[in-house]
Each structure stands twice: as C-alpha cells, then as structure tokens.
Nanobody, 115 residues
Framework: QVQLVESGGGLVQPGGSLRLSCTPSGISSNFNVMGWYRQAPVKTREAVALITHGRTTTYVDSVKGRFTISRDNANNTVYLQMNSLKPEDTAVYYC?????????WGQGTQVTVSS
C-alpha cells in the first residue's frame, strides 16, 4: 500500500520559515508529478506548487517568490521551502503524487502562521 508521509508543519510567526517534506512508502517507481496542496477552513483545496520528474515547477500566484518546491528523485521525496510566511498561508498542507493516472495523497500537516 502506497503512503505519503508529510512532516515539517507547525506554528510560526509572520515572516518566518518552514520546510515541509513528503516521503512515500510502499512504492519504488518515480512519480510523474509531485506537489503540495493546501486547504484553509471554509475554503476549497488549492494547488500551491507542483514539480515534474524533470523538475519543471509551477506555483500559485500568492506564493511566487516566497515558496520553493524541490524533489529528490533518488528518494522519491518532495520538499516545500516556505519563506516570508503570512497569516493567510495558514492551512492544512497536503502532499500529492501522481503515477500515470493514479493519484496519491498524504494525510496533511498543519501550518499555522500567527503572532
């Protein structure tokens, strides 16, 4: 059974930084696309950043210049470096990975930006 395990969430003050990690278990194939989504209370889930196996990246406009997605293909791991965090970044962040037409989700990690 494939599982995506996220880590790195927590409470941080505005302007601070966090680094999220997502490591899969139960699979040895490289995912085509990996990414991070987030869902804030009473809002729909949105794609924050995506990265292909060839390391082409896309970002939602609200995080451009502040967040950086990267991946380690040798370990099938994806990271999200979040800098200059704002209160509006507060959400549950979910790791997402696609292998062909099959999509996997992590359980989510809470990120709270508050003073």
């Amino acid at each position: 059974q494939v599982q995506l395990v996220e880590s790195g969430g927590g409470l941080v003050q505005p302007g601070g930084s966090l680094r999220l990690s997502c490591t899969p278990s139960g699979i040895s194939s490289n995912f085509n696309v990996m990414g991070w989504y987030r869902q804030a209370p009473v809002k729909t889930r949105e794609a924050v950043a995506l990265i292909t196996h060839g390391r082409t990246t896309t970002y939602v406009d609200s995080v451009k210049g502040r967040f950086t997605i990267s991946r380690d293909n040798a370990n099938n791991t994806v990271y999200l470096q979040m800098n200059s965090l704002k209160p509006e970044d507060t959400a549950v962040y979910y790791c997402n990975a696609a292998l062909g037409t099959t999509v996997f989700w992590g359980q989510g990690t809470q990120v709270t930006v508050s003073s």
